[in-house]
C-alpha cells in the first residue's frame, strides 16, 4: 500500500501537468492566431503587440501570484517554528518534575524548530524569478514585424499619387555605365 503523500504528490503532479500543458497549448495557439492576423492583414502589428504585452502581463501576474503563495509559505514555517521554540523554552519546566520526559521534550520540539526553520530557508530558493517572462516578451515582440504583409500595389500606385515613393524591392547598388552603351 502507498503511503498518502505519495498519493497526493503523484496527483498534484498529474494536475499540474496537464494544467500546464494545456496553458501551454492555449498560449501558443493565441500567439499563431496573432501571428497568422498580422500576416493576413486582418490586424495591424500594434494591435498583435497588445495582444502579445496582455499574455505577458497574465505570466507575470501568474508569476506574483506564485511567489505571493512562496511567500505565504515561508511565514507558515516560520511562525510554526517559533511556536516550537517556544514550547522547547516553555517545556524546560518540565525538567524539574520529570528530568527524563523534560529532557526529551526539549529535544522534540528543538528538532522540530531546527526542521521547520530548515524548511523555511529552503523556500527561498524556489521563489521564480521574472527572467523568462521578459526574455519571452522580448521574443515575441520582435517577431509581429516579420509576419507584417507585403506592401501591395495599391498601396505604392497610393503612395507614388501622394508624391511618396515606397519600392516593394530592396535598393540596387550604384553601377558604372554598362560597356555596351
Not at 486582418?42 to 502581463?57: A, C, F, H, R
Not at 521574443?139 to 501591395?152: I, S
Amino acid at each position: 500500500m502507498l503511503p498518502l503523500n505519495d498519493i497526493l504528490t503523484t496527483q498534484l503532479a498529474a494536475c499540474n501537468y496537464s494544467f500546464t500543458a494545456r496553458s501551454i497549448v492555449k498560449e501558443f495557439e493565441s500567439i499563431n492566431q496573432v501571428f497568422g492576423g498580422i500576416k493576413s492583414g486582418e490586424m495591424t502589428v500594434e494591435d498583435g503587440l497588445d495582444i502579445l504585452e496582455k499574455n505577458n502581463t497574465n505570466r507575470v501576474l501568474w508569476t506574483v501570484i506564485l511567489n505571493l503563495a512562496k511567500i505565504m509559505e515561508i511565514v507558515f514555517w516560520c511562525s510554526l517554528s517559533s511556536v516550537f521554540a517556544t514550547a522547547c523554552g516553555a517545556s524546560g519546566a518540565i525538567i524539574a518534575l520529570n528530568p527524563l520526559a523534560g529532557y526529551a521534550s526539549v529535544i522534540a520540539n528543538a528538532t522540530l524548530s531546527l526542521i521547520t526553520m530548515m524548511k523555511a530557508i529552503s523556500c527561498f530558493n524556489e521563489f521564480t524569478p521574472f527572467d523568462a517572462d521578459r526574455a519571452q516578451s522580448v521574443r515575441e515582440k520582435n517577431l509581429p514585424g516579420f509576419f507584417q504583409p507585403a506592401a501591395t500595389g495599391e498601396a505604392v500606385k497610393g503612395s507614388v499619387a501622394t508624391g511618396e515613393y515606397v519600392s516593394i524591392y530592396p535598393p540596387l547598388p550604384a553601377t558604372a555605365a554598362h560597356p555596351s552603351s
